[in-house]
Structures are given as C-alpha cells and as structure tokens.
T-cell receptor, first 112, second 115 residues
Framework: KQEVTQIPAALSVPEGENLVLNCSFT??????LQWFRQDPGKGLTSLLLIQSSQREQTSGRLNASLDKSSGRSTLYIAASQPGDSATYLCAVPSGSARQLTFGSGTQLTVLP | NAGVTQTPKFRILKIGQSMTLQCTQD?????MYWYRQDPGMGLKLIYY???????DKGEVPNGYNVSRSTTEDFPLRLELAAPSQTSVYFC??????????????FGPGTRLTVL
C-alpha cells in the first residue's frame, strides 16, 4: 500500500527566503506526482504535476523535482511572500482509477 | 467552464439524519472521486467512479453510498449520520489520457458537522 509522508508538518520563515518542502512515498512505481496548495477553509488548488518521466517542473517561483528511485519529491519556493502562506499537499496516484494518496501536508507561514 | 462544483458548502446534521452531498463537473471527465479530510490530515478516498454506472469503494467507505447515473454527477449519500463523519468532503474529477497523465481537479468542498 502506498504511503506518502511530508516533512516538516509546519514551517515558518521570514519573507524573501527560499525554502524547500519535502514529500516521500513508499512505492516508486508511480504515474506522476501532484503538488497542491490549500488555503485555510478552502479547497485544493493544483500547483504542479510531474510526470514519472520528468525530473523537474516549474511554474513561476515554484519548482518541483521528482526522484522516483529514492521515492522523493521536493517543492522549492523562491523568494517567499506572505501570500504563499498555506498548507501544501503532495499526492501520488495508484490503482486502476488513479486515485490519489495524500500526505498530511506542510503548513507554511511566511512572516512579513 | 465551472469545473467541479459542490453543494452545499456547509451543513450541520443531527445524529441519525441523512443527506446527499452533490457534485457536478462540466469537463466531460470520466473519472470522479470523493475524499474526506479530517482536521490536520491529508485526504482519504471514500468512493470513486470510472464512468456512468460504475462505482467502487475506496479506503474509508463505511457509512456512505454513491451512484453515478450520468457523466456529470456523482452524489455522495450519508444514510445515518454519526459524529465520526464530521469532516470536509471534497469531490474531484480527472480524464486519464495516457499511462502517466491524471491531473485531478477538486471542488471547493462541503464542511459537514454531525452533532
């Protein structure tokens, strides 16, 4: 059974810092990996999807990497801003219907 | 496109009551999912559907039922509400086109409290 772990559970940084969020998964036979952002009391917004054949995916100040062999993905946020404060979730699909298995998330606070 | 829509946004139920959470998508996606999210946790799969008339259980199906009569709609039914079902419920959809492609799109969620 696939298990997804995110460390740390919470992170607080001053504005302007570059930061890395970590995601690990136990079964390396994945189709892809998806990173989401969740604001308090809100739904999930998809940030990046990395295909299993890719090593990196970039969107603006966000860069996600994937190392299937070691079962790890990182989300790099450059020049963090208070508006980046949210919970970040990673998820991998498995099963015939590609249902997602989620990590518990990293709650990020960027201090002005 | 409205994407994935869910109603209601909020609901308070008494123990033993029943209700249906509605989910509709307008992207012609064949795969649809229901997840629940408990406080401070990731999401867990309740039920999923790979097309109209086809549904299957996920990780936490007890206390729930689903149906899929059309491509667009995937309602979730709670028959006898219990406090353990207090959670936020998310509906999602996707259209896998290849072995590696399966971006899932989520609705805004329904916040359910059972008292």
């Amino acid at each position: 059974k696939q298990e997804v772990t995110q460390i740390p559970a919470a992170l607080s940084v001053p504005e302007g810092e570059n930061l890395v969020l970590n995601c690990s998964f136990t079964d390396s036979a994945i189709y892809n990996l998806q990173w989401f952002r969740q604001d308090p009391g809100k739904g999930l917004t998809s940030l990046l999807l990395i295909q299993s054949s890719q090593r990196e995916q970039t969107s603006g100040r966000l860069n996600a990497s994937l190392d299937k062999s070691s079962g790890r993905s990182t989300l790099y946020i450059a020049a963090s801003q208070p508006g980046d404060s949210a919970t970040y979730l990673c998820a991998v699909p498995s099963g015939s219907a590609r249902q997602l298995t989620f990590g518990s998330g990293t709650q990020l606070t960027v201090l002005p | 496109n409205a994407g994935v829509t869910q109603t209601p946004k909020f609901r308070i139920l008494k123990i033993g009551q029943s209700m249906t959470l509605q989910c509709t998508q307008d992207m012609n996606h064949n795969y649809m999912y229901w997840y629940r999210q408990d406080p401070g946790m990731g999401l867990k799969l309740i039920y999923y559907s790979v097309g109209a008339g086809i549904t299957d259980k996920g990780e936490v199906p007890n206390g729930y039922n689903v149906s899929r009569s059309t491509t667009e709609d995937f309602p979730l039914r709670l028959e006898l509400a219990a406090p353990s079902q207090t959670s936020v419920y998310f509906c999602a959809s996707s259209y896998p086109t290849s072995g590696t492609d399966n971006e899932q799109f989520f609705g805004p969620g329904t916040r359910l409290t059972v008292l």
